[in-house]
């Protein structure tokens, strides 16, 4: 079964936890295959780096979005 299936299923049954956890994970196993991987050229490292910075944007992006919510629903139960 695919992987993105079945991330998309368990969104649908409600578990949100695990999209806010994907980003995470796939910081973890960028670092262990980076640590794998055998840097002939300069441009080996133009990629690695090319590949960390969209998972650190999605990071920034799933905090910010978290952090919006909560103020969001603070205002909305009168904790000013």
């Known amino acids: 079964m695919p992987v993105l299936s079945t991330l998309a ?3 649908i049954k409600g578990y949100p936890a695990l999209w ?3 980003p995470k994970i796939l910081v973890v196993t ?13 441009l080996d490292l133009l990629y690695l780096g090319s ?3 969209p998972i650190g944007l999605a990071l920034y992006f799933t905090h910010a979005a978290e952090s919006h919510g ?6 909305k139960h009168g904790k000013d």
């Not at 909560?70 to 205002?75: K, W």
Request: aromatic share 8%.
């Open 9 to 11: 299923r368990f969104r």
């Open 20 to 22: 806010r956890m994907l």
């Open 30 to 42: 960028l670092f262990e295959q980076a640590l794998k991987m055998k840097t002939n050229s300069p």
């Open 51 to 53: 590949s960390i910075a």
């Open 70 to 75: 909560a103020e969001r629903a603070e205002t």
